[in-house]
Every structure is written in C-alpha cells, then in structure tokens.
C-alpha cells in the first residue's frame, strides 16, 4: 500500500485526538455532577458558550472499532411512539443487525435502521422487520434473527457508540483538522475550569 501526505497527516491527527480524549477519559466516570455537561470552548461569535459531554476513552475505541469497519450506520430506536428516538452508531452486517433486533423485540414501538448517509435500511414494528429496502441483505439477516426470535439462541452483544458521543468525537477530530493544538484543546479546557 502506497502512503500519501494525506495519510501521514491523518495519522497525526488521530493521534492527537486520541491524546486529548485519552485525558478527558482519564477522568472518573460521573465526575459532573446530574447532567451538567463539559464546558470545553466557547463557540466563535456567539456569546452563549458550546456545550459537550465527556466522552471516555471506551467510548473512543468504540467509535473508532465501528468506523472502521466503513460499513456503519444508525439505529433510531424508539421506546414509545410519541418520545423522540435513542440513536446510536452500530456497524450494520447482517449478525449484528440480527442481535440488535433480537435484543429489543419486546422492549421497543419501532426501530428504524439506517446507512451512513442515513438512508433507511430497514425499519420494524415492535420486533418484527415491517420493510427492509435491500431484500438481499433481508435474506441474510434472517437466518440469524429467526432463531433468537423463536428462543432457540440469545442474541450476542452488538457494539454501540451513541449519537452524542459521536458528535463530540467528530468535533474534536473537525478542530484538530483546522490546525488546533492537543496544547490548545488543553488550555480551552483549564481555562473552562477543568482539571486536564
């Protein structure tokens, strides 16, 4: 495999980000208090200031497992139909889509699943595919899903990274890109009265 100037810089900046979320990892886990979110930068031009929640080193390998794999999506899962959806990154081949589904067949109204330019894969009612636009792709999900369905298997653990926490994955990885320091995230941070 031939390397590029582009690699080499995204490699930099990976690891950049790696070191800073590494020390917002380090923190202990809940050490805000309620929901108070982490105070991180002020946004340009706007006095309000811009809000994010920590993010842990955990939820950092788990994002970057996912995106890895360049075959991800999102799953908007709803638990009653008049409340908003939970969202979550998930890598989407056809056993973990299955798990997935098998997982929450009693415990949902509706899932929708989605691609990563978040067009609709497929969606269910209650535990059940209502539509499923790729009928290949419907074809091998359900060997894996019917014998959870029918009890005969339990559905294995799919890794999933919420939406938030992709969000601010993808924030830092934008800053760093525009040519943000590590130093400088740092900085933003103890001047917001965090501990870095």
Do not use: W
């Amino acid at each position: 495999m031939i390397r590029t100037d582009a690699d080499n810089q995204f490699d930099l900046m990976e690891e950049a980000a790696r070191e800073v979320l590494g020390v917002m990892g380090e923190q202990k886990d809940n050490a805000y208090p309620g929901k108070l979110l982490t105070q991180l930068a002020p946004v340009e031009g706007d006095a309000d200031d811009m809000f994010l929640p920590p993010l842990t080193v955990g939820e950092v390998h788990t994002i970057e497992s996912i995106l890895k794999t360049g075959n991800y999506g999102y799953t908007y899962f709803y638990k009653k139909s008049n409340e908003p959806p939970a969202v979550f990154l998930m890598t989407m081949t056809p056993e973990n889509i299955a798990n997935y589904l098998g997982a929450h067949q009693y415990d949902c109204y509706k899932m929708i699943l989605s691609d990563k330019f978040d067009v609709q894969i497929l969606d269910t009612i209650g535990g059940f595919i209502n539509h499923c636009t790729d009928r290949d792709l419907c074809q091998k999900i359900l060997p894996h899903l019917v014998p959870i369905q029918q009890c005969k298997k339990r559905p294995e653990p799919v890794p999933l990274a919420s939406y938030d926490a992709f969000d601010v994955y993808n924030y830092f990885v934008d800053v760093l890109s525009e040519g943000t320091t590590v130093e400088q995230l740092k900085e933003s941070a103890r001047a917001a009265g965090h501990e870095v």
